[in-house]
């Protein structure tokens, strides 16, 4: 047993961890201690010691004592977010200090006023130690005793801390860290466990709860992580988690097309403002100016009590108006929801409420900490999330103040081009669309959430195009080229006329291809070419239809497995599957089987660690090694999708067995639901020994679809969600073109038909050469329906034919795409 008795190591106001208003150090989730509220801004060794680490932000100190004891001193509450700003280091990582060697300097009323406390808590990090406080509730000098700290045997300081903790450090792939959307994810996964968890990245720390916490531990790319756990299932969740981020949580994905949309930055010039393009198009219109409205806030509550419940009833309601989002909106406004969750920004208005501050107030500081936490992470995708917190801001000051709110949105003429400072999601969605023709903002990014709004909604948006742009007048009638990255604000009667020009030539040819979207595909030769969507909800399914899509090439059923906390059930799934068959109307729904498992971990299917996931029990091989999860998937397919309708695909398949196993699966689940007509079971060509053995396979299968996004990462071995392989992972590479042109062998030599469903279908470029190797249904993403369909109209079987050829004998993608624009002008 060693006891050390600690002193103080600064002066202040010794009080115990429960008045700590942060629940990592007031519920001990990093461990048992005290806390100080500082007079003196010097943090002086408590007693003989090694110092462990400085934080890169100065904040906090963490030594290792006598006995192998470990303590962290963290000066002050959310004190991260002043990135380092009023504090000294003066010790570094290694150092051997002695008793009463400085540590840490801090300006203390600069960090009073900027931090949301100055309380310092001083916990005992190392396992199995207890802590006996010697004082409490009173002033004490630096080196007055403290604590009692007692540890039995020996400390242990490696990573299996004791039988109901565990932790694991990763490196995480994600391309773009743990900014908003993992973070919530990663929220969400701890919720599923009974085990209190933490993350640590950069020497900080961060509630498995805090949303707002895990992102401004401001972890990037290849950075690592350290997941900690205590509690029943510690041990499982850990790996779980570890799995979901190791596995990517889907985010390649998803990033793609926001990353994608920062391609160009205009310097200015003349009438010309340059800027960011964060949703493309053209637009001519009349100049608006837009502010936000200010709110009155007032800075004292009527009580606390009269506060915090005023505050509650806000959070509330706004919590159940978010709910009631559709669309695009519906996924920004989940997000935001999962904001006003966090504990980070809540506990933080509460104990300003505490304090005596208005609910409003209390709110704004919240809100205000949390930016700067962001910000100081120096990362811009996180920076960019402070739009949404002084979107939440305002819409819960609306909710609190609805009456003081002044500087509404002026009335919007025609063809409105908004100018604003930046333009928050809730604004954005409170426009009349129909009058929006563009927006410019001085600030915002290309892939903040008003970007994706606009982009969804067809209104070109122009970002950072500096505040040059609140000078342009009210009413002027300006050009934003949104695709170019410019903006003209004083454009010349030529310019103003080929604008005109081009912009009426885009919208005639956008409005022919939605009007002719709705008749089946043709190619101009009258070869026939059916064109698919991709689905993953009904949203989708409704938005396929509207746009012309003639069935479903692809319903992505894992959208029903993620983000919960045990599979779906089988009467759940009949209903997600019928409904989007009924959007669809009679149109034929290709339902895929449950593709988990690679960059689609599910945190509650116990998935072993596997250093390669790509490579391991995904797709089909999780499914037959699941039979239970794969029955009743089946049997909800049969039970929810009319006959007539449905078929089944396989994901992942790479020799005809996998496929046999699956139809006798099907065989049972018919047999069970008492249903006679056997649906159609296709394959998914995305690896490349499933092209190798199409002619094995197509004997087996009704129809054969090919997955290009996994065939061209297995092809090209570029992993799919890696940014570093990105340059190179392109479908239109000759190696994958020749993998589909075998899966066209095999498919016609069993009369099956193939088809695309991966990300290659969507793209018009590509068309003429998937029909050229002998594809003959497209399945692309439901707002690219109408301009693929024109795209195949414009295009002659002989043509396409020559081109593929041309294509296969290549040496490069880059080759390839070079043969596309003549194929593509000679038709048009
Ligand atoms: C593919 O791999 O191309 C495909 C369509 O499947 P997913 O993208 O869902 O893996
Ligand atoms: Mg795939």
Redesign the pocket.
């Known amino acids: 047993m060693t006891t050390l008795v600690l002193g103080a190591p600064l002066s202040g106001w010794a009080s115990s961890l429960d008045e700590v208003p942060d629940p990592v150090f007031g519920e001990r989730m990093m461990g048992d201690g005290i806390a100080i509220e500082p007079i003196e801004g010097l943090v002086r060794a408590p007693a003989a010691a090694t110092v462990i680490a400085v934080a890169p932000t100065l904040h906090s100190v963490t030594l290792r004592l006598e006995g192998g004891i470990e303590l962290l001193i963290h000066v002050g509450l959310e004190t991260v977010g002043l990135g380092g700003d009023g504090f000294t280091a003066l010790v570094a990582a290694g150092e051997r200090v002695d008793a009463g060697a400085p540590l840490l300097a801090f300006d203390l009323d600069s960090v009073a006023r900027r931090a949301v406390s100055l309380v310092t808590p001083i916990i005992v990090t190392s396992e199995g130690a207890t802590v006996r406080l010697l004082v409490r509730d009173r002033l004490i000098g630096f080196g007055e005793p403290l604590l009692e700290i007692s540890v039995a045997g020996q400390i242990v300081t490696d990573t299996a801390r004791a039988d109901d903790e565990t932790t694991r450090s990763i490196v995480v792939p994600l391309a773009h860290g743990l900014h908003a959307r993992p973070a919530a994810r990663l929220v969400a996964a701890s919720r599923m466990h009974d085990a209190t968890l933490t993350f640590e990245a950069h020497g900080r720390t961060a509630a498995g709860r805090s949303m707002v916490a895990i992102m401004a531990l401001g972890v990037r790319h290849l950075d690592e992580l350290t997941i900690r756990a205590s509690g029943t299932s510690a041990a499982a969740a850990v790996e779980a988690i570890a799995t979901l981020i190791l596995g990517g949580m889907a985010e390649a ?1 998803h990033s793609e097309p926001v990353v994608q949309a920062a391609v160009l930055v205009v310097a200015p010039q003349g009438t010309i403002l340059g800027g960011v393009r964060a949703a493309p198009g053209l637009a001519i219109g009349s100049a608006v100016h837009f502010a936000a409205a200010s709110i009155e806030v007032p800075a004292d509550g009527a009580g606390p009590v009269q506060e915090r419940t005023a505050l509650e009833l806000a959070l509330a309601t706004l919590t159940a108006r978010l709910a009631t989002a559709s669309g695009v909106g519906a996924e920004i406004a989940e997000a935001h929801r999962a904001m006003l969750d966090d504990p980070a920004l809540v506990d933080a208005a509460q104990s300003h409420v505490a304090q005596g501050r208005s609910a409003g107030r209390a709110w704004q500081l919240a809100t205000a900490a949390v930016a700067e936490t962001l910000q100081a992470t120096g990362d811009a995708r996180l920076i960019e999330r402070i739009a949404d917190l002084r979107d939440l801001e305002q819409q819960l000051l609306s909710e609190l103040y609805p009456a003081s709110a002044t500087g509404a949105l002026p009335a919007l003429p025609e063809n409105a081009v908004i100018l604003a400072d930046d333009l928050l999601p809730s604004q954005f969605m409170a426009l009349d669309l129909r009058r929006v023709a563009g927006i410019v903002t001085v600030n915002g990014g290309p892939t903040s959430h008003t970007a994706i709004l606009a982009a969804a909604a067809g209104v070109p948006m122009l970002v950072a195009v500096g505040a040059a742009v609140l000078d342009v007048p009210d009413g002027r009638t300006v050009i934003l080229d949104a695709d170019a990255a410019r903006l003209d604000f004083d454009p010349d009667p030529a310019a103003l006329a080929s604008a005109v020009d081009r912009h009426a030539r885009s919208r005639r040819r956008h409005a022919v291809d939605v009007e002719t979207a709705q008749a089946d595909c043709r190619m101009a030769d009258g070869t026939r070419i059916e064109v698919f969507a ?1 689905l993953s909800s009904v949203e989708d399914a409704r938005l396929a239809v509207t746009n012309g899509g003639e069935g479903c090439g ?1 319903l ?1 059923t ?1 959208f029903l497995f993620l983000d919960r906390a045990e599979a779906p059930g089988e009467d759940e799934q009949c209903r997600a599957y019928g409904a989007i068959a009924a959007a669809l109307g009679d149109r034929p729904l290709i339902v ?1 089987t449950l ?1 988990i498992g ?3 971990p599910v945190a509650y299917l116990p998935f072993p660690h596997e250093d390669n996931p790509a490579l391991g029990a995904r ?1 089909v091989r999780f499914s037959l090694a699941r039979p239970d999860l794969l029955d009743v998937q089946l049997r909800a397919i049969l039970r929810g999708v009319p006959g007539d309708q449905c078929r089944i695909m396989v ?2 398949v790479v020799e005809p067995a996998e496929l046999l196993a699956v139809g006798a699966a099907l065989d049972r689940a018919m047999l069970a639901v008492g249903r006679q007509d056997r649906p159609q079971l296709g394959v ?1 060509i ?1 690896t490349p020994a499933a092209a190798l053995l199409a002619p094995a396979i197509a004997a087996v299968a009704d129809f054969l ?9 297995y092809a090209l071995a570029c992993d ?1 969600g890696n940014p570093a392989t990105a340059g190179r992972i392109d ?1 239109l590479h000759p190696a994958v073109l020749r993998l589909i042109a075998l899966a066209a062998e095999g498919a016609t030599s069993h009369a099956r038909w193939l088809g ?5 279908a969507s793209d018009p470029a590509a068309a003429a050469i998937l029909i050229g190797l002998g594809v003959t249904e497209l ?1 692309v993403t439901p707002s690219a329906v109408p301009a693929i369909k024109a795209a195949v109209r414009r295009l002659h079987l002989t043509d396409c034919r020559d081109l593929a050829v041309r294509a296969l004998a290549c040496a490069s993608a880059a080759e390839v795409r070079a043969l596309v624009p003549a194929v593509i002008e000679e038709a048009a």
Do not use: F, I
């Open positions: 994905e991709n692809l992505r894992e895929r593709d690679g960059d689609k797709g994901p992942m998914m995305e679809s090919v997955g290009s996004n996994d065939l061209t990462q799919r479908a695309v469903c991966g990300g290659v399945s």
